[in-house]
């Protein structure tokens, strides 16, 4: 199963994992990344954050980041899901499940998937912190974090 | 038309979530850039050339090179913070 999801409700973490392997008994990994929003960023705390998309491009772009996935490496699942709206401290953003055979596949597709996510696709942050609203800067790290993979 | 769509920080300072514009003399990314910029004010200001946006043209990443035809969707954008 190959799927990607952008929602405004919660994901149940357990239940999209069961589904990625259900079916499948040649599955003998399977990694998964879960990124939380902190409670602090740049020195500030942060109480709440927004995220907002490009509702007609993000599907598509995550479908493209996934394919680039399965071309270079042998998946037998991908499962991505990102929350958008309203969230709180420790709310769950993202998800990237990736299961294969082996796990070296599933490490390395699992880390390439959410370091091509976080620089291609169109998603937002906004925080609020105790000065007010301000939209969160695009980190230099993460540029480098997806350089990695070119070739 | 050419719809044109803004989005977060953009649409902030810009104060609209879109626009249609008129697709006459519009062959490129470039071009339609160039129409935005004559506005002047914000637009000069939060399109100009020392600011950093990405755009997409029918949902795919683009460049100022980027040839337009009647009828797509061009959105410029910071650039992306998810995950």
Known sequence: MFSVSVQPEPFDIAAEQARLCAGNPGVGALVSFVGLMRDHNDGQAVTRMRLEHYPAMTEKALGAIVQEARARWDLLGVRIVHRVGELKPGDPIVMVAVTSSHRGEAFRACEFLIDYLKTRAPFWKKETTAQGERWVDARETDAAAQARWRR | ?83
């Open chain 2, 1 to 83: 038309m050419i719809q044109v769509l803004y989005f977060a920080r953009l649409r902030e300072a810009l104060g609209r979530a879109g626009e249609p514009i008129d697709a006459a003399g519009l062959t490129e990314v470039a071009s339609l850039l160039a129409k935005l910029r004559e506005r002047g004010g914000v637009w000069e200001e939060a399109l100009g050339e020392g600011q950093t946006f990405l755009v997409a043209v029918n949902q795919e990443i683009a460049t100022p090179e980027t040839t337009l035809r009647d009828g797509d969707e061009v959105a410029f954008f910071p650039p992306v913070t998810g995950g």
